[in-house]
């Protein structure tokens, strides 16, 4: 809601309205059209975000940010399709979200290979009833842990084909399907490492890096189809991925410092993020990079 209260906003027409001519005839212009339209605001009452009715893709949905993704958006409604390389975390995940009251499916899907992403997506449709509304382009590794000038070309490229190339086929099949179906939302998972220097983990952040220019390219590309394109930048998030870090007491302690809000995150915080950028209300919103990380970056 609008940060200035129509009260105050009505006790400055009154005020403006005592001056007949100058600088306050403008104010009474611009205030009473203010007026007019925190009056409708007011007489309207808040319009909570939902997904009622919508189908939200998660890729690497099965734990962590995406299943805390995935629980947030079937929380507002969604019907949700996770996919996940390991069967076994993939029907756990479907069962804690069926037992939250939501509709989901499993794929067993490598994002990095380009014909098992098509097929999967394919029959993500089928399942979803033809029509899938958003998509998290979230599933990705970690870096191989050697110093930069000790890592092999190999090491490099396992990290892209996941963390890069693997987003690139998901949105690449989201994008046709979308074009096809009358628009949607496309969401790249990158990270706060695209904005801080990754030292130790060069392959790791350069994949993320590129993330944003590929989200940038695609939110203009796309605008004419009714595609909206963003990025989401979690902070330092309590995960299997990260735990290495967190259980590192020098480690977490250090990063625990310099994050503001003095903790990291838990998955499910990103959730209402994530349902932001499905709520298919915010037409005016593509080409964003939405950082949700403590105000680490700005510390």
Known sequence: MCCVRLPDLLESSRTAQRSKSGPAAITLEATSRANSILIDMADTPPHPLSLDGRTVLVTG??????????SACAAAGAQIVIWGRKADKNAEAVARLESEGATAHAFVCDVANEDETIEMFARSVDAAGGKIDSVFANAGRGGPGVRFQDMSLEQWRDVM??????????????????????????????????IHGAAGNEAYG?????????????????ARHQIRVNALLPGWTIT?????????????????????????????????????????????????HLTVDGGYTVF
């Open 61 to 70: 949905g099965n734990g962590g940010i995406g299943l805390g993704m995935a």
């Open 161 to 194: 084909a996941v963390n890069l190339d693997g987003v690139f086929l998901t949105l690449r099949t989201a994008a046709q399907h979308m074009i096809d179906t009358d628009g949607g939302s496309l969401v790249a998972i990158s990270s706060t490492s695209a």
């Open 206 to 222: 350069t994949a993320k890096t590129g993330l944003l220019g590929l989200v940038r390219a695609l939110s203009v590309a796309l």
């Open 240 to 288: 299997d991925l990260a735990s290495g870090g967190y259980h590192s007491d020098v480690f977490r302690t250090a990063t625990t410092k310099r994050t503001p809000v003095r903790r990291w995150a838990d998955p499910d915080e990103m959730g209402a993020a994530a349902v932001f950028l499905a709520d298919p209300t915010q037409t005016f919103h593509t080409g964003d």
